[in-house]
């Protein structure tokens, strides 16, 4: 007997994201002439920053010392933005889903009263320091999201030499707790706020299609309402058809410039190949995962959760997500041969059948089915659609639902007194 366990809403939390962090980079002019004393301050922040992101429950994170050694073996230069090449050879030699490169973006020095007796300075300062940390996908080496965080402290003190900046950068070298103390509430605010939008929103991906060229412009048949927004980037891809199968290469990458409800321009970043009409743009998005789910599935393989059901004339669609458990894992989706009870309780049959899995769509007049493999941390849509339901219905009195994992095969569960919302 097939076995699996419903669970209410909320019962399930989020597999916890295998993280590691790569080091910290500056631009900022105020440490450029002591390059010795810049690199022992940006690799403290990364065993700060990691330390603290450690000390979450969201994340899962590579001990420092193994991943100096994996750096070191990468022949990586510290302090430089790495390359897609070292990406991917840190992939190979680390379990990650996802490496963190992270930039000192200024460090404030701001007076706020001082005087002077002779050659000696009296002040009273204020010091910010400022980070960012860009969050890099590990099998695709593209940024996913970039966070902030910013520490102050105000301090007091006799400053010496020849100008005030001088004495001041001389006194915050030497005094390691005016700087330090800075540091440690910026690392401090920036892991609060990749915690508190990791709580706040859920990823996923649009596949939009290229509709039109106009000059440089690609026009696209997704927007606002599916999650787009200027600035966000994405590849360009198209899906050749072999002797093997559906192959996918990638042409380019492109960033949304323009976005309106149901269409968006973006224009090119760069290019393999040209684009033309019909090749996909794959854009990751987060949003606000502001309801609780309807079921939670839980298989060795998955976590299924179905979030909502849309009636739209007379076809009902079921959507969720589904969440790999395992580094890689396949799930096909089936909607058969079967009948369903609407509002009233009255058995009635489908028809219209359809099944998605991220951008795929599959329908059939008997049974649809689709099937895709999922990685770990990438969770996607998916759906079972069907039409023959009476338009003024709000809810369905029962449905079953099915799906295929490699571990458990086939499995059905029931949907009772499902709430149906209009599109």
């Given at each position: 007997m097939l076995l699996f366990t419903l669970f209410a809403a909320g019962?399930?939390?989020?597999?916890?994201?295998?993280v590691a962090v790569i080091g910290f980079e500056s631009e900022d002019p105020f440490l450029a002439d002591n390059r010795e004393k810049e690199e022992e301050l940006l690799e403290e922040i990364a065993w700060l920053f990691n330390d603290k992101l450690a000390e979450s429950e969201e994340y899962i994170v590579l001990d420092r010392k193994q991943m100096l050694d994996m750096l070191?073996?990468?022949?990586?230069?510290?302090?430089?933005?790495?390359t897609h090449s070292i990406i991917n050879q840190l992939r190979n030699f680390s379990k990650a889903d996802q490496f963190i490169y992270g930039k000192l973006e200024k460090v404030d020095v701001q007076k706020l009263e001082t005087f002077r007796i002779g050659p000696i300075r009296f002040a009273d300062v204020?010091?910010?320091?400022?980070?960012?940390?860009?969050?890099?996908?590990?099998r695709t080496a593209r940024v996913t999201d970039t966070y902030?965080?910013?520490?102050?402290?105000?301090?007091?003190?006799?400053?010496?030499?020849?100008?005030?900046?001088?004495g001041l950068k001389f006194n915050l070298f030497s005094d390691e707790n005016i700087l330090n103390r800075a540091i440690r509430r910026a690392v401090n605010n920036l892991v609060e706020n990749i915690i508190d939008e990791k709580d706040e929103l859920v990823e996923r991906t649009v596949e939009a299609e290229i509709v039109s060229i106009v000059k440089e412009k690609l026009v696209v048949n997704k927007g606002e309402r599916d999650g787009l927004k200027v600035a966000k980037t994405g590849e360009i891809v198209r899906y050749l058809t072999r002797d093997s199968g559906l192959q996918l290469v990638v042409i380019g990458e492109a960033e949304v410039t323009e976005v309106d409800r149901n269409s968006a321009f973006l224009k090119v970043v760069y290019l393999n190949q040209q684009p033309e009409v019909g090749d996909k743009v794959v854009i990751t998005v987060k949003e606000v995962e502001d309801k609780d789910p309807?079921?939670?599935?839980?298989?060795?393989?998955?976590?299924?959760?179905?979030?909502?059901?849309?009636?739209?004339?007379?076809?009902?669609?079921?959507?969720?997500?589904?969440?790999?458990?395992?580094?890689?894992?396949?799930?096909?989706?089936?909607?058969?041969?079967?009948?369903?009870?609407?509002?009233?309780?009255?058995?009635?049959?489908?028809?219209?059948?359809?099944?998605?899995?991220?951008?795929?769509?599959?329908?059939?007049?008997?049974?649809?089915?689709?099937?895709?493999?999922?990685?770990?941390?990438?969770?996607?849509?998916?759906?079972?659609?069907?039409?023959?339901v009476p338009e003024k219905a709000d809810k369905l009195a029962r449905i079953e639902l099915w799906l295929r994992t490699a571990y458990e095969g086939g499995i059905s569960f029931d949907l009772r007194d499902l709430k149906l919302e209009s599109n």
């Open positions: 019962a399930v939390s989020a597999e916890a994201v295998r070191d073996r990468v022949n990586y230069t510290r302090g430089k933005r790495p204020a010091v910010t320091v400022n980070l960012s940390v860009e969050m890099v996908n590990a902030y965080g910013s520490g102050s402290t105000a301090v007091s003190g006799v400053y010496m030499g020849d100008t005030w900046e001088e309807i079921k939670v599935l839980e298989t060795r393989d998955f976590t299924i959760k179905i979030t909502e059901a849309v009636i739209d004339g007379d076809r009902v669609t079921i959507k969720g997500m589904a969440y790999a458990e395992a580094d890689s894992a396949d799930l096909e989706l089936i909607l058969g041969n079967r009948d369903f009870y609407d509002h009233e309780g009255k058995r009635r049959d489908m028809s219209g059948r359809r099944v998605s899995i991220g951008g795929w769509i599959s329908s059939s007049s008997r049974i649809a089915s689709i099937k895709e493999n999922i990685q770990k941390g990438e969770p996607e849509e998916i759906s079972w659609s069907f039409t023959g």
